[in-house]
């Protein structure tokens, strides 16, 4: 049965791989980490399928740490740190972003942020990136005490914006973000220009829609 895109109020996004392509900054912190080891920088295109996977899967590229290990939580935050010293130095929206934004204000359509980053490093990207800073709700990783694939961030994200999880979408691009969105109830978008986690296809998540760029939810929406 063909999916309805009627009743939606407002959007929820995703945001590393999603709306913004933060994987630069995250390469380049792996990198000091690498350095600091006595080894060669891996070029950016080792790390970028797997920003979505946070510092687990940076530091898993980086130096094959898995979080058993005993130096993973050491080694974790010295990468939150690095990390912190280059915030939006290479990184930036992805192409179609700020456009979109402005449809969907333009539309009326209230629009917000649901990511597993924690405040720590979403709050000041959110400060230095004015189009990001517009959003009318933002949840972080640590804003509730569940992260995606719970679907605790979505809902919290519903209440602050006064609807209904039926009447708001999902976009992310990584398979956690469309389990979040079917527990939620709400419909889940997939972002197919974002990371994906290193797969192919996103069919295999069984999203509601997929776009290949940001877009091209507008027209989904029927508003291009």
């Known amino acids: 049965m ?9 959007v929820l996004f995703d945001l590393d791989g999603t709306l913004l392509d933060s994987a630069p900054d995250l390469a380049a912190a792996a990198n000091v980490l ?3 080891a006595g080894l060669d920088d891996l070029p950016l ?3 970028r399928p797997f920003v979505g996977t946070g510092a687990r899967g940076m530091l898993r590229i980086a130096l094959g740490l898995q979080p058993d290990m005993p130096e993973f939580e050491l080694r974790r935050e010295e990468f939150f740190q690095a990390y912190e010293g280059l915030l939006m130095q290479h990184s930036g929206l992805f192409a179609g972003v700020p456009q979109l934004v402005q449809g969907l204000e333009q539309q009326g359509r209230p629009w917000g942020i649901v990511t597993n980053k924690s405040e720590r490093f979403t709050l000041p990207i959110a400060r230095r990136e004015a189009t990001l800073g517009r959003a ?4 972080c990783g640590d804003t509730t005490p569940h992260a995606k694939p719970h679907p605790a961030p979505l809902l919290h994200a519903c209440e ?6 039926e009447h708001a979408i999902y976009v992310g691009d990584d398979e956690r973000d469309m389990q979040a969105a079917r527990a939620a109830g709400m ?4 972002a197919d ?6 797969v192919d296809s996103t069919a295999g998540w069984n999203p509601d ?5 940001p877009l091209e939810l507008l027209k989904l929406l029927g508003m291009d």
């Open 2 to 10: 063909a999916v309805s895109w009627n009743g939606v109020r407002a």
């Open 34 to 36: 690498r350095r600091d």
């Open 45 to 47: 295109s080792h790390y």
């Open 136 to 139: 009318a709700v933002v949840v």
């Open 160 to 165: 602050r914006l006064g609807i209904l999880p």
């Open 187 to 190: 419909r889940g978008v997939a």
């Open 193 to 198: 220009y974002g990371y994906l986690g290193g």
């Open 209 to 213: 829609a997929a776009i290949k760029n």
